[in-house]
């Protein structure tokens, strides 16, 4: 206590002290004064950047003020599509009955038509006058500035209110700035005043220098820092300290170094290994945990440490310590959850002296889950492959012994068995192409023939021939309603670039399997929209729908939902998969959505770029 009183009265301590306080107070009231004129000033210059232009007002104003509304509301929405400022988050423009004629934001296009809820824009149409504040949205974490301007049409000397504009900016970018502001000054700050600290001890260490320097060296040593040496002065009881002082850094350095070399190069291993590895002492409880066991096993390496290797693991039920000490075979640790499949190989081996004393247990973690899931579905592949070859094969085996035993002489029979034997023989030859095809697909050796299509001519197309095949089918099978194809496209042309015969392919595949599963009379609608950088296709029929547990798997291959029905119809199992690779290969996304015994909707997603002026140059 008295050497702690001794130090904090000593002038090294004062001079040092008071240096620093005053750094520290003059950079707090002028940092104070300077981010505050900085938030202010910014926050001036940002509110008149979001300002909308008096054009845009003007524009705004005309269109509210006309009788036909959905024109209007069309005028509005490429008013505000025209709008670039990348702070503003939202634009709504609502009338003075309070309905929202307009909105920036494509997701709250279906509250337009609707009567506003925000009280703020209602205050605003009641008292004409304009509102401004700023607000922090606690369902995203983010500041913004909220702006209500009512919206004036002059006539002659008179203003009458047509309605008001809301307005909404982010006001992150603004904050943003002033937060690195403050922190590059906090940072400049302590530098200065550290800086300005050691100065201080600098200039007083003259007076206390040598017990100062075996001090800083005796607390460089506890820090594990043996680089310093006392510098002595003197052959006095001071100068002898201080040799004592740099002979005890120098065997505490030699040791320390041989032990965290070998530290270090267990560290690197560990850290290195593509395999979890655990170590435990003799108790069987975690004392080595790298990163890789924490990740396959999901579990910080702090909770693990201490814990029994059994409880990390999750074979406390199977196995006890005796048994992993005594028998060092592999375990399977299977982690697998509804949400994802983790399968891990355990090796485990002993650690032990010369003696033969065991001092714990090293277990290396592998994980095995992408080998198991390889494993199963070659040997699901296999199996379904050897199932749909097998059941046509035995039919034709079928039919050609019946003919071969004289069936072939029956005029009546033979032509129904050969005709089965046909159609059994290109069912085969099919599920051998589409085979063949999926096998170029992951091999990488199927290729793309990039053309720039006009999608919605080629789409038409396609369902064309489908009309015409349904028409022709309907008028061979009098009494039965055939389905129809509806159709909904967006007007304006899109166009984009994609391997013609294969999207055909995929499109096809989609709207048979909707045909077959329609009931009759069913309507097949198909759609094709722009939203952003993509375009969407979509086929909806109203058949018999997907069970929910089969929605996952509908693009495996060799899936079925209705087994029977769809080798009745010479169904392969592989045009969804084929379907998803080629849509893939075009960088696009296929998915499904289905009720059962309602139908199912198949979406085509593809990436889209606007092509700006004209596609072709004109010679």
Not at 150 to 173: C, D, I, K, M, Q
Not at 263 to 271: F, G
């Amino acid at each position: 206590m008295n050497k702690k009183l001794h130090f904090f009265q000593s002038i090294h301590f004062k001079i040092a002290l008071v240096f620093a306080l005053l750094l520290l107070i003059t950079f707090q009231i002028v940092g104070a004064y300077f981010v505050q004129q900085l938030k202010k000033d910014n926050l001036k210059s940002f509110k008149q950047q979001v300002e909308l232009s008096s054009y845009i007002d003007s524009s705004l104003i005309s269109s509210l003020s006309r009788s036909d509304t959905t024109k209007s509301n069309s005028n509005i929405k490429d008013i505000l599509e025209d709008v670039d400022n990348a702070n503003i988050t939202k634009i709504q423009v609502v009338d003075t009955k309070g309905t929202i004629r307009g909105d920036s934001d494509v997701n709250s296009q279906d509250s337009i038509g609707q009567k506003t809820t925000d009280n703020d824009i209602k205050q605003v149409l009641y008292n004409e006058r304009s509102y401004a504040k700023s607000a922090y949205d606690r369902t995203d974490n983010k500041r913004y500035y909220v702006s209500i301007t009512p919206l004036f049409s002059t006539t002659g000397n008179t203003n009458t209110l047509v309605g008001a504009v809301y307005l909404r900016a982010s006001l992150e970018s603004v904050y943003s700035s002033i937060n690195k502001v403050t922190l590059i000054f906090a940072t400049a700050a302590l530098i200065a005043t550290g800086l300005g600290l050691i100065l201080a001890i600098f200039i007083s260490s003259a007076i206390t220098r040598p017990i100062d320097e075996m001090k800083k060296q005796t607390t460089r040593i506890a820090r594990g820092d043996y680089s310093g040496q006392v510098k002595i002065y003197g052959s006095d009881e001071l100068g002898q300290l201080a040799q004592a002082v740099n002979n005890l850094s120098v065997r505490v350095e030699e040791a320390q170094e041989s032990s965290e070399a070998e530290r270090r190069r267990l560290d690197s291993v560990l850290s290195h290994m593509s395999d979890g590895v655990l170590a435990t002492d003799r108790r069987g409880n975690v004392i080595i945990m790298n990163e890789m066991a924490s990740q396959a096993l999901n579990i910080d390496p702090n909770i693990a440490d201490g814990q029994s290797v059994l409880d990390i693991l999750g074979i406390r039920d199977k196995y006890t310590l005796r048994d992993l000490l005594e028998n060092q075979d592999e375990i399977i640790i299977d982690l697998s959850d509804g949400d994802h499949d983790e399968i891990l190989n355990a090796y485990f081996s002993l650690i032990q002296r010369e003696s033969g004393f065991i001092s714990g247990l090293v277990c290396v973690l592998h994980d095995i889950t992408e080998q198991q899931r390889i494993d199963r579905e070659r040997r699901e592949f296999v199996s379904n492959v050897s199932h749909e070859l097998r059941t046509p094969l035995t039919s034709v085996r079928s039919y050609i012994e019946a003919l071969n035993d004289g069936a072939w002489k029956d005029p009546e029979v033979a032509p129904s068995f050969l005709k089965v034997t046909q159609d059994e023989t290109q069912r085969m030859i099919r599920m051998i192409n589409d085979l063949l095809s999926l096998s170029r697909m992951d091999s990488g050796t199927s290729k793309l023939e990039l053309e720039l299509v006009n999608l919605n001519e080629l789409y038409n197309y396609i369902l064309d021939r489908f009309d015409m095949m349904l028409k022709s089918n309907n008028a061979h099978e009098e009494g039965k309603k055939s389905s129809s194809i509806r159709r909904d496209f967006t007007k304006r042309e899109l166009w984009v670039e994609i391997d013609t015969d294969k999207f055909m392919q995929v499109v096809d595949n989609i709207i048979n399997n909707a045909i077959k599963y329609s009931p009759d009379g069913g309507v097949i609608t198909c759609r094709l929209l722009e939203t952003h950088n993509h375009v969407i296709l979509s086929i909806s029929d109203q058949g018999l729908g997907i069970p929910k547990k089969d929605v996952v798997h509908i693009f495996d291959r060799f899936f079925r939902v209705d087994k029977a029905r769809s080798r009745a119809q010479g169904g392969t199992g592989l045009g969804l998969a084929i379907s998803k690779e080629v849509i893939e290969m075009h960088g696009g996304k296929i998915w499904v959505d289905s009720i059962e015994g309602k139908g199912s909707t198949f979406y085509i997603s593809l990436p889209y770029e606007e092509y700006e002026g004209e596609l072709w140059d004109e010679g």
